[in-house]
């Protein structure tokens, strides 16, 4: 699903993505340690919630 996102990346899946990245980052951060690990983890899921939202250009 949203683990390698692409160039080629069917915006027509962005609300379903869009739903499921943003519930994996609310729960990585309440559950943050500061290990470095997990700050990458929300780092990764940061940058691709961005990308699914500027290749789709999709407005907050």
Do not use: V, W
């Amino acid at each position: 699903m949203t683990d390698n996102l692409e160039s080629n990346y069917n915006c027509a899946q962005a609300g379903n993505d869009l739903h499921e990245l943003q519930q994996q980052l609310n729960s990585m951060q309440s559950s943050s340690n500061g290990s470095k690990e997990q700050q990458e983890e929300i780092n990764r899921l940061e940058n691709q919630i961005r990308f699914i939202k500027n290749k789709c250009d999709i407005n907050p």
